[in-house]
T-cell receptor, first 112, second 114 residues
């Protein structure tokens, strides 16, 4: 069965600094990979997804993620963080069935 | 375009009272539907999912139940709420084979059992 690990529970970055959120997955074949963002008290919003092809995926709000098969990783990046990026971020993996498997989430704090 | 509606946004209920949360989807047919719960600091817990009318899969044994009386309607219920049922409840939908395409989430219901 597939699984997802987000090693960092909390991350704090300064506004304007770069960001990388880590995600490692476990799955035998090429997975479907997703990043979601959740602002406090809100539902989850899809940032980006990887199905196949180019391993660098562009998403909304200036985010990108890179699929690295050799490292079983799908890390989320942003070159310059804005205060409005403070939220919780979830990585998820799918294997073609009906259910996504979500990581435990990483809470991003942005300091001014 | 497809939209998902979830209500109410917030709910405060006494222990032992019944619960009914409703989720509806517009603009698509035969969606997969999901109920998740977020308890403080515990991530997303899949409670139920449905691939069609009357078809419910339960992921964890608990005090809750789900029903899908219509194609685009998904209801989460309880006969008697417990304190431990407090949390943030999220409904989501996907096309069939949802793990290949991702989910779209509703805006959630904050349930506080007192």
């Amino acid at each position: 069965a597939q699984s997802v690990t987000q090693p960092d529970i909390h991350i704090t970055v300064s506004e304007g600094a770069s960001l990388e959120l880590r995600c490692n997955y476990s799955y035998g074949a090429t997975p479907y990979l997703f990043w979601y963002v959740q602002s406090p008290g809100q539902g989850l919003q899809l940032l980006l997804k990887y199905f196949s092809g180019d391993t660098l995926v562009q998403g909304i709000k200036g985010f990108e993620a890179e699929f690295k098969r050799s490292q079983s990783s799908f890390n989320l990046r942003k070159p310059s963080v804005h205060w409005s990026d403070a939220a919780e971020y979830f990585c998820a993996v799918g294997a073609g069935g009906n259910k996504l498997v979500f990581g435990a989430g990483t809470i991003l704090r942005v300091k001014s | 375009s497809q939209t998902i509606h979830q209500w109410p946004a917030t709910l405060v209920q006494p222990v032992g009272s019944p619960l009914s949360l409703e989720c509806t989807v517009e603009g698509t047919s035969n969606p997969n539907l999901y109920w998740y719960r977020q308890a403080a600091g515990r991530g997303l817990q899949l409670l139920f999912y449905s691939v069609g009318i009357g078809q419910i899969s339960s992921e964890v044994p608990q005090n809750l139940s789900a029903s899908r009386p219509q194609d685009r309607q998904f209801i989460l219920s309880s006969k008697k709420l417990l304190l431990s049922d407090s949390g943030f409840y999220l409904c989501a939908w996907s096309v069939p084979g949802g793990s290949s395409y991702g989910y779209t989430f509703g805006s959630g219901t904050r349930l506080t059992v007192v």
